[in-house]
């Protein structure tokens, strides 16, 4: 068995775990990960007052003022707003709000970190948007477990992978908190939307368009290069890609 650190804290507003599987990483190295988080959260938490992002909301900065990460988020947002026919829109909220992007991508950052510092295995959740590199031992893949968005404290389907990025948008773990921009309405079609593809900055933010965009998701999501879904609408009918069966040994029949 492979010699693990692991860690849990609460930050960014969720339960962030690092379970790493590779014998030179030691605990101490996991502080700069988690201090890599609370930065994030300083920069662009909604929650905080005094955070860069809601400063630049209430414009008392500008982003020539704010930390480069900033520019660069949300030029990727405007990216992807336009991508998903303007399903994801940082302001669906009516307020600067980049968190459809920013958790996936810290996750990834942070991911990278470890790999730099020489972890070719390990796992990374963030409230369930999940970074997977490697094997948790020899010769078996990662399982990340998706809670069922309508039946409490049961899992709808687990995904395998090894070198994967994992993102569920849905209502389990925040009810209905995301926005379709084109009508300023809760988005209320669909419980959850699951993604996997190659990095979870993109993955995670096409989750939450896919989420917004309802019952007209499955014919963008079978559009999606890399990614494969896996869907259930707000009535607990299942559906997913023809790719999606490779990530979920279970759906194989």
């Keep these: 068995m492979a010699d693990r650190c692991h860690r849990v804290e609460h930050v960014m507003g969720t339960v962030i775990s690092v379970d790493v599987r590779d014998p030179n990483i030691v605990p101490s190295d996991l502080d700069d990960i988690y201090r890599w988080f609370r930065q994030v959260d300083d920069i662009f938490s909604t929650y905080k007052e005094n955070s860069q992002i809601s400063r630049l909301d209430r414009g008392e900065l500008t982003i020539a003022d704010c930390h480069p990460d900033v520019g660069w988020v949300l030029e990727r947002c405007r ?3 336009r991508s998903s026919g303007g399903y994801f829109d940082s302001r669906a909220t009516g307020r600067l709000d980049p968190s459809g992007l920013v958790k996936g991508w810290s996750v990834e950052v942070a991911s990278e970190m470890l790999f730099e510092l020489g972890s070719a295995n390990h796992c990374i959740n963030a409230g369930g948007d999940v970074r997977i590199r490697g ?3 020899p010769g078996r893949a990662w399982n990340v477990g ?6 409490p404290s049961a899992l709808t389907v687990v995904v395998a992978g090894r070198d994967l990025a994992v993102a569920t948008s849905g209502v389990a773990e925040r009810g209905q908190h995301v926005i379709d921009p084109l009508t300023g309405r809760g988005a209320d079609s669909l419980a959850s939307v699951t993604l996997v593809g190659p990095e979870l900055t993109l993955t995670d933010a096409y989750a939450t ?4 965009m309802g019952l007209d998701a499955p014919s963008w999501l079978n559009g999606l290069s890399e990614h494969e879904a896996y869907v259930i609408d707000a009535g607990g009918h299942v559906w997913w890609t023809e790719g999606f069966p490779g990530y979920a040994p279970a759906l194989v029949s």
């Excluded at 368009?209 to 917004?212: G, T």
Aim: overall charge negative; hydrophobic content about 55%.
């Design 79 to 81: 990216q992807i707003g």
């Design 135 to 137: 094997e948790p031992h």
């Design 146 to 151: 998706i809670v069922h968005p309508l039946v």
């Design 209 to 212: 368009a896919a989420l917004a």
